[in-house]
């Protein structure tokens, strides 16, 4: 996978492509954080939605619940690029506004807007290890 990285507003943020599908279980999520902080050195991840596996949007799954508890857990912000204006699963719709209520976890609709987002710094420790910057 060729993940590119992106300095913005003085966070590194990775690119990951859609040539490739994730999020297939938890492991595989998993393993893309990891490679993303400790081999890119990045504390934001930027993806498109067509990349990610069709069970994450089907929330009754509980793949969506699983990835997104363990992103936020080991605190890796994450933008989904999509257009989810055509959402028909309520639960789906409630669960995007939800997350874009907060900084974490974001649905938004193209590549400046993601990264408008996610770089917005939210405490002083604004890294995943609480280190000031």
Not at 28 to 40: E, K, N, P, S, Y
Request: glycine letters at 4%.
């Amino acid at each position: 996978m060729n993940i590119r990285c992106i300095e913005h507003n003085k966070m590194m943020v990775a690119r990951v492509p859609s040539s490739s599908t994730i999020f297939q279980d938890v492991d595989a999520a998993l393993d893309l954080l990891v490679t993303v902080r400790h081999d890119h050195g990045c504390d934001g991840m930027i993806v498109d939605a067509s990349a990610i596996d069709a069970r994450f949007f089907t929330l009754s799954t509980g793949l969506a619940r699983e990835v997104l508890q363990k992103y936020v857990m080991y605190m890796m912000k994450l933008v989904i690029i999509g257009d989810f204006s055509q959402t028909t699963s309520k639960s789906l719709r409630d669960c995007i506004y939800e997350c874009n209520q907060g900084t974490q976890v974001l649905f938004v609709s193209d590549e400046t807007e993601a990264l408008a987002k996610i770089c917005i710094p939210t405490t002083k420790c604004n890294n995943s290890y609480g280190q000031i910057r």
